[in-house]
């Protein structure tokens, strides 16, 4: 049944943090903007995240909006044990210096705020630190009912 609603996808991105050979990412369908005053975003992850804990030790992020012709590049950060970033075009974000992926709809750039638990899930807010927008006219990638849209 909840197949049947239909999601945004985004890329959450983070620096090496110490002793790490380079950037984690994972594709992610529960982004949502939570709090105006303050700023505030959150994401939701699994408990057993390979990528969680290196997000979380590096204490920042970077949501990455996707557009529809990016459904691979989704595919590419939702495997695990893969070089994510390899042949991906990406810049630093501004505050954190997260991979910011380049032709995405829009970017946040994040401090972890709090993370809660959510029964096999982490509920991770995010204070926005900094945000753009890139081809305001192209449409977003959606996931419905197991496919993109």
């Not at 992020?61 to 970033?85: E, I, M, T």
């Not at 390899?86 to 630093?92: I, K, L, S």
């Not at 995010?126 to 419905?144: C, I, K, M, N, W």
């Amino acid at each position: 049944m909840l197949g049947n609603f239909a999601t945004g996808v985004a890329v959450v991105t983070a620096p090496a943090a110490d002793g790490e050979s380079g950037p984690a990412g994972f594709a992610c369908q529960s982004f949502s903007s939570l709090s105006l005053d303050p700023p505030l975003v959150s994401f939701m992850v699994g408990r057993t995240s390979a990528t969680w804990p290196r997000i979380a030790r590096a204490g920042v992020f970077c949501v990455n909006v996707l557009a529809a012709h990016q459904g691979a590049l989704c595919r590419g950060f939702a495997v695990s044990g893969a070089d994510k970033f390899a042949g991906v075009a990406y810049d630093a974000a501004p505050c954190s210096g997260s991979p910011r992926l380049a032709e995405t709809l829009a970017w946040i750039d994040c401090t972890i705020h709090a993370v809660h638990t959510g029964g096999d899930h982490l509920i991770v807010v995010g204070r926005v630190d900094a945000l753009g927008t890139g081809d305001e006219d192209a449409a977003p990638l959606l996931f419905h009912r197991g496919r993109f849209l």
